[in-house]
């Protein structure tokens, strides 16, 4: 049985059988979240009207809404996360390079003709 775990490649989940979820930033959370609004909007709708096909229609709606929705807003996340990363590198970076110096930021001069 343990011999088993170790042949067994890691093929991860696979929506549709073409889109590894797991490789994919965002991509798990944002189709909980468009599950989770597919019942939701698709069951509201049947509760108010009863219209089953028309339900349906809601709640693939509400899925690509909320599916779309939420990958956008956790992308743009990552991307601002990124940036303040390569901005924060950058001037560990550039302290490191001018420490010591006459350009180091840390180093206030004062300017002559005033104590």
């Not at 929506?15 to 599950?35: S, T």
């Not at 590198?89 to 420490?99: A, F, I, P, R, W």
Request: glycine share 12%; net charge positive.
């Amino acid at each position: 049985m343990a011999g088993e775990e170790e042949q067994r490649p890691d093929k991860g989940f696979r929506l549709m059988g073409i889109l590894d979820v797991q490789k994919i930033p965002c991509a798990r959370e944002a189709i909980l979240h468009g599950a989770g609004g597919s019942l939701a909007a698709g069951l509201l709708y049947f509760l108010a009207t009863s219209r089953v096909k028309r339900s349906f229609d809601v709640g693939f709606a509400g899925f690509m809404v909320t599916t779309l929705g939420s990958w956008f807003y956790c992308r743009i996340n990552n991307a601002k996360l990124r940036m303040q990363q390569r901005f924060i590198q950058e001037g560990l970076k550039n302290k490191v390079v001018y420490e010591g110096t006459v350009r180091d930021p840390t180093n206030k001069e004062t300017p002559s003709g005033t104590p």
